[in-house]
Antibody, heavy 121, light 106 residues
Framework: QVQLVQSGAEVKTPGSSVKVSCKAS????????INWVRQAPGQGLEWMGG????????NYAQRFQGRVTISTDESTSTAYMELSSLRSEDTAVYYC??????????????WGQGTVVTVSS | AIQLTQSPSSLSASVGDRVTITCRAS??????LAWYQHKPGKAPKLLIF???NLKSGVPSRFSGSGSGTDFTLTISSLQPEDFVTYYC????????FGQGTRLEIK
């Protein structure tokens, strides 16, 4: 049974960056895609990007291109999502999620607990 | 990018009712569709994958159907814990979520 544990809440100022971590256990980390999804207050779920470590493949949603970077550390089975040039609209809960099938994109069968990021001056 | 349109955006029903939520894709996606349940303050939970496969441990009152562009999630007999929000998702290299359907108690 895979488990994803995310880092704690963050408060950031506009224009700064945030880096959220997601540590996986219970599954061969690099074989499964890791995705990041966010939910702003009162809004729906929004996919930001994902990576399949073993295939060295990553994709990002167009609206976050150039602002988001997803990376992985295989030695610690940890994924990271860094979002730069923060603005108030980036205030949201950020989730990592992993797919149920190896070496491909698929449905997200395991999720982290969520990390609240607040952007405020 | 493929767009997903869920309907209705909100739905009022009673415990024991049978409800259906629909999800329409802007182009054919075969069976590459999932359904999630999202409770406030919790992470989303996968219910259905590949359009009609029930994830292990999910109650059998949940079912999914469809292929191509039109999909449905059906809850056969609503329980009190089912009155939350549901999302469809097309999963490929650029996943997309529907806008969500909020299920409310009548």
């Amino acid at each position: 049974q895979v488990q994803l544990v995310q880092s704690g809440a963050e408060v950031k100022t506009p224009g700064s960056s945030v880096k959220v971590s997601c540590k996986a256990s219970g599954r061969f980390f690099i074989s499964y895609a890791i995705n990041w999804v966010r939910q702003a207050p009162g809004q729906g779920l929004e996919w930001m990007g994902g990576v399949i470590p073993i295939l060295y493949t990553s994709n990002y949603a167009q609206r976050f291109q150039g602002r988001v970077t997803i990376s992985t550390d295989e030695s610690t089975s940890t994924a990271y999502m860094e979002l730069s040039s923060l603005r108030s609209e980036d205030t949201a809960v950020y989730y990592c999620a992993t797919t149920m099938t190896q070496k491909t994109w698929g449905a997200f069968d395991a999720w982290g607990q969520g990390t609240v990021v607040t952007v405020s001056s | 990018a493929i767009q997903l349109t869920q309907s209705p955006s909100s739905l009022s029903a009673s415990v024991g009712d049978r409800v259906t939520i629909t999800c329409r894709a802007s182009q054919g996606i075969s069976s590459a569709l999932a359904w999630y349940q999202h409770k406030p303050g919790k992470a989303p939970k996968l219910l259905i994958f590949d359009a009609s496969n029930l994830k292990s441990g999910v109650p059998s009152r949940f079912s999914g159907s469809g292929s191509g562009t039109d999909f449905t999630l059906t809850i056969s007999s609503l329980q009190p814990e089912d009155f939350v929000t549901y999302y469809c998702q097309h999963f490929n290299s650029y996943p997309t979520f529907g806008q969500g359907t909020r299920l409310e108690i009548k």
